[in-house]
């Protein structure tokens, strides 16, 4: 047997947080002979409550160390409220590479409704962005679109996966106004536009005051990115090779576990 003769890019998936590690598992599945590297921006997160120029002069600094020292062969911007403000200004800055981009997914939400009646729970960032409100006129004119944005689900979402309790009575009041009735109708689908939330799906399910669907992107975002990267047919994926990078440089105890089940070691 020889050795496996090419050896690959990585693929690098960031987020401002742990939530991306919900599109890592969808895209390792659909890559599986790749090297994965994951980056969250935590000494920067939340992003949700950041100023609009700042977090675009922060994004594309840190992109600019990224690709110098990993060299990506695609860059998937798990984060939503990273991507509708700097997606653009990413492909500008570095035109050299392929940036695979997260957007709420109220196209698809928009042509699966019954209702009419769909909800976006996002943070208060990706729910102001003109992306998103561009999105809306674009796709979803014949519904009636109710944009939640969410202060504190990132923060309670981060706790939650590293295994802290969070009240049910806090998340619902976070999830309560996504639900809405018009004229004898009601929601039925709620956008999860933000990578964290699909973590607590079964939590919001418990709590929801109806039944709805819970749209997740990340597959589709993972199934963009294998279109995106080249498959070799005799190559494999290298062993133990898969690392997460915090920006903070030092993440706590309950993280690095969090990671190791996820199959990635801490840098
Ligand atoms: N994970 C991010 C997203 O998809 C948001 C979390 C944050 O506020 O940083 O929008």
């Keep these: 047997m020889t050795a496996p003769t090419h050896e690959l890019k990585p693929v690098l998936v960031f987020d ?14 659909l890559m599986p002979e790749r090297g994965f590297i994951y980056v969250a ?20 600094g840190l992109f600019g160390r990224l690709l110098e020292e990993h060299d990506p062969e ?16 990413l492909r500008a800055a570095f035109p050299q590479m392929t940036f695979v981009g997260t957007v709420p997914a109220i196209k698809p939400a928009a042509e699966r409704t019954r209702s009419g009646l769909v909800s ?8 102001k962005r003109a992306y998103t409100r561009d999105l809306i006129q674009s796709f979803a004119q014949q519904c009636h679109v109710r944009l939640v944005g969410s202060e504190n689900l990132a923060r309670m979402a981060e706790a939650y996966i590293r295994g802290d309790v969070v009240s049910d009575e806090a998340v619902l009041s976070e999830i ?6 018009k004229e004898g109708r009601k929601t039925d689908i709620v956008v999860l536009a933000c990578t964290h ?5 079964n939590l919001f399910r418990r709590l929801a005051p109806w039944p709805v669907d819970w749209l997740d992107p990340a597959e589709a975002i993972a199934r963009r990115a294998r279109t995106l990267v080249p498959q070799i047919a005799d190559a494999v994926h290298p062993d133990n090779f898969d690392f997460a990078v915090f920006t903070s440089g030092n993440p706590d105890f309950a993280t690095r576990r969090l990671m190791q089940g996820f199959g990635l070691s801490t840098r």
């Design 16 to 29: 401002s947080g742990i939530g991306g590690l919900t599109v890592l598992r969808e895209a390792r599945v």
């Design 41 to 60: 921006d935590d000494a920067g997160f939340p992003y949700g409550g950041w100023e609009e120029q700042a977090l675009k002069e922060r994004v594309i």
């Design 74 to 89: 695609v860059c998937i911007i798990a984060c939503n409220t990273a991507f509708t403000l700097v997606g653009a200004d």
């Design 120 to 127: 976006v729970l996002a943070t208060p960032g990706t729910v």
């Design 176 to 181: 309560d106004q996504c639900f809405v009735e």
């Design 197 to 201: 939330y699909p973590f607590m799906a």
